[in-house]
């Protein structure tokens, strides 16, 4: 037997698919529940990169690589080549090249600092040399587009038939950082937008990836909230019916007694049908305890609403941003691609309801793991590296910076206000004049959307991925003045860090980094400090 391995390094966590090169079809999946690298966000790995040193963060993620490969169960040493996609930062990350020149926009600083950008134009390595262990394998890493849209931007395009459409049309990869293109006459405006996590789950209350016992979806029926529960194959089955305002039972489903949080799908749905339920109202929840009740305890609180709003709120700001850029506006953009896990499993006609997808489009089209995809394809030659050197040389063109754009400046400022700050829906537009924008519709168009795929990855329909939860390394270090009062431990949402004779332990897969801190921020005697830490030697 021959392999193949297509890995995709997502900001939320990894995914790989073992293929077999004779037939190429999918011989087993797994998938890990976080990313090994402490943090909810690029710039997050990028700080702890920084921080703690590249060879640090490098270390994290082979190692999450070498523990994901052994769950697919099979001989590794007849692995012939891998094909790697994710964004340059996970990129460099993962080859262990200079990432400095990605942690600063401005040219100015990486001058100043003699900081010379490695190439990153596609390249082909040995595993033994990324240290992967147990196989004599090629390592495929495709070409990056600008320091900020790499390789799973391009699989969006690639892997879509957007390339081939007529019309203007928007294209995003919902994840962390929701790469969008908006294909507009003869030219492809580019961006990314560091939405978060929310619409992966993570930062969530109850919130997880798309795993077993999951609620992935929900649907309003006449006695109550109808949700819907991940099995273990991924497919959402009926779970129970519930009073949104109580959380009381009203019909037991297949699911029942089986939902362990919720995933980003889940949360979409349980603000659409907030919206229209009159449960939610802007970003107040109105129930008699101001949450929104799920099923087997399951709950969405404001801080919920909040953190999910903050990604919807950039991901609208984005595409609105490119529209922008095109000089177009939602009535002309008539198609929106969605891709990504959770730009497939979400209810496209919910996610466009909130503002997840642009309101004018009469058409939507889900994808699944585009970036599983280009790798697969890679695997089996169908897309070579010269092809893929010369899309990106396309996609440099008409790339948007939104960290420098005002257009993205003023239109996140009318989200966070919607979002964040309590205003109600009916005065979006009146901001939007304020900052001299075009207005958008109060209701989308009615839609018709389609599945291009049936699942998240490919050729997996009714087959069992395995589940990588332990992502991390424990990270240790001791520091004078500790007195082990546990107020750490008290104050870490992930459960993550652990204090014993002044000695802190902090499991890397678990903490949501710098965008956190409530540990050093609580600590009484104020010596707590996360950047120097080192890896736990065995």
Do not use: Q, R, W
């Given at each position: 037997m021959r392999y193949g391995i297509a890995l995709d390094i997502g900001t939320s966590g990894l995914r790989c698919q073992a293929l077999d090169l004779e037939t190429n079809e999918t011989v087993s999946s797994a998938m890990s529940s976080r990313h090994p690298i402490p943090g909810m966000n690029v710039i997050d790995h990028v700080n702890f990169a920084m921080d703690l040193g590249r060879d640090t963060a490098n270390h994290l993620m082979i190692k999450a690589v070498n523990d994901l490969f052994r769950?697919?169960?099979?001989?590794?040493s007849k692995v012939e080549s891998i094909a790697v996609c994710g964004n340059p930062f996970q990129l460099s990350l993962f080859q262990n090249i200079e990432i400095r020149d990605l942690a600063y926009a401005g040219r100015s600083m990486i001058e100043k600092l003699g900081i010379k950008s490695p190439d990153r134009n596609g390249t082909v390595v040995r595993a033994k040399d990324l240290g992967i262990i147990g196989m004599n394998a090629d390592v495929m890493i495709p070409p990056a587009v600008t320091h900020e849209i790499?390789?799973?931007a391009m699989a969006m395009l690639t892997e879509t038939d957007a390339l081939e459409r007529e019309g203007t049309r928007v294209v995003v990869d919902y994840g962390t950082n929701a790469e969008m293109a908006l294909l507009h006459g003869d030219s492809i405006f580019t961006g990314s937008a560091a939405a978060g996590p929310a619409l992966e789950g993570q930062q969530i209350g109850r919130g997880m990836l798309a795993a077993p016992g999951a609620i992935s979806n929900i649907?309003?029926?006449?006695?109550g909230w109808t949700c819907y529960v991940l099995d273990e194959t991924?497919?959402?089955r009926e779970g129970d019916t519930v009073d949104p305002a109580t959380g009381d039972v009203v019909t037991k489903g297949e699911m029942h007694g089986k939902a362990t949080g919720i995933t980003g799908t889940g949360v979409v749905a349980a603000i659409a049908c907030g919206f229209d339920s009159g449960r939610l109202e802007g970003s107040k929840i109105c129930t008699p305890d101001g949450s929104l009740h799920l099923q087997d305890g399951i709950c969405i609180t404001p801080k919920d609403i909040d953190e999910a709003g903050k990604?919807?709120?950039a991901i609208r700001a984005g595409y609105l941003t490119l529209m922008t850029e095109a000089g177009v506006w939602v009535d002309d953009v008539r198609t929106a691609y969605m891709s990504g896990a959770s730009g497939l499993y979400v209810d496209a006609e919910k996610a466009q309801k909130i503002g997840m997808v642009t309101p004018g489009a009469d058409e939507i089209i889900q994808y699944g793991n585009t970036s599983i995809m280009l790798a697969r394809k890679m695997?089996?030659?169908?897309r070579t590296m010269d092809e893929l050197r010369e899309m990106t040389k396309k996609l440099r063109a008409k790339h948007c910076m939104f960290a420098s754009s005002q257009a993205f400046k003023d239109i996140y400022s009318v989200e966070i206000s919607l979002w964040s700050y309590g205003m109600p829906r009916s005065a979006y537009n009146d901001m939007m004049d304020v900052y001299g924008m075009r207005h958008i519709p109060a209701e989308p168009v009615i839609s018709k959307s389609v599945r291009r795929s049936a699942a998240d990855l490919p050729d997996m329909v009714g087959?069992?991925?395995?589940?990588?939860?332990?992502?991390?390394?424990?990270?240790?270090?001791?520091?004078?003045?500790?007195t082990?009062?546990?107020k750490c431990v008290e104050e870490c949402p992930e459960l993550a860090i652990k204090v014993e004779k002044a000695a802190v332990t902090v499991n890397s897969g678990r903490c949501m980094g710098t965008a956190c801190k409530r540990c050093e921020m609580n600590c009484p005697e104020k010596v707590l400090n996360l950047k120097t830490l080192e890896i736990k030697k065995n």
């Open positions: 769950l697919l169960n099979m001989d590794l790499g390789a799973d649907e309003i029926e006449e006695n991924l497919a959402p990604a919807i709120g695997i089996t030659g169908e087959k069992k991925v395995s589940i990588m939860h332990n992502t991390g390394v424990e990270l240790v270090g001791t520091f004078e003045g500790c082990s009062c546990g």
